[in-house]
């Protein structure tokens, strides 16, 4: 179970990685251009939201199936997690950072929706889509990784 999740996690994050940066370049670029917001600006908004959304779900399903995520903190104690870097980016840093992103994307995302105006859209989705990623940035396991 956990190395299937695993899996599938280490490789979605691909996409989650590459939709939100798009989604935030775009936010960015849609911003500072002043143009119009349209369909295919909400259309990569809310794709960026649905990815980190699904890849959210199977982090906190991994989280409780992994050696590495609740199961480590349990039999091992906070103490001996804390004291280990590695440890303690799989079971403390990591969960917690990536939570946060997703709650910045959601509720950039669900703040632009109320919006009227393109540029305040725009506006909302680049602060929150950019704090979301570089949250999700500092606390990917790259050297694990990529
Ligand atoms: C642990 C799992 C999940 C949690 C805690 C969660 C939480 C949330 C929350 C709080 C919102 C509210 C946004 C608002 O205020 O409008 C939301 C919206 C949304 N979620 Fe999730 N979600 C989860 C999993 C998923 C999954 C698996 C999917 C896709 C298959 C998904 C797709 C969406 C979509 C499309 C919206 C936005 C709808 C809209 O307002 O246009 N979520 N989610
Ligand atoms: C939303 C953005 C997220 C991204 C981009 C992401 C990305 C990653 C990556 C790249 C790995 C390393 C995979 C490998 O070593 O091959 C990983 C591992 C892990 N992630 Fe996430 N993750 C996210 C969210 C979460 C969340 C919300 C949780 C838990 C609540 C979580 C729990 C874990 C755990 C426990 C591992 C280690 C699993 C193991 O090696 O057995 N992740 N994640």
């Known amino acids: 179970m956990a190395n299937t999740l695993h899996f599938i996690h280490s490789y979605w994050a691909y996409l989650v990685l590459l939709i939100v940066v798009l989604a935030t370049i775009n936010a960015l670029a849609g911003f500072f251009s002043k143009r119009e917001y349209g369909a295919k600006d909400f259309r990569i908004s809310l794709f960026a939201l649905i990815v980190t959304h699904i890849q959210l779900l199977i982090g906190i399903i991994l989280y409780v199936?992994?050696?590495l995520g609740l199961q480590n903190i349990t039999n091992n104690g906070m103490g001996v997690v804390m004291k280990d870097s590695t440890f303690r980016l799989y079971a403390v840093e990591h969960p917690m950072m990536m939570i946060l992103t997703v709650v910045f994307i959601t509720i950039g995302y669900s703040k632009h929706?109320?919006?009227?105006?393109?540029n305040k859209k725009f506006k909302t989705l680049?602060?929150?889509y950019t704090i979301g990623l570089v949250l999700m940035l500092s606390r990917i396991p790259w050297s694990q990784w990529f």
């Open 65 to 67: 199936t992994s050696p």
């Open 113 to 118: 929706k109320k919006n009227l105006l393109s």
């Open 126 to 128: 680049a602060i929150f």
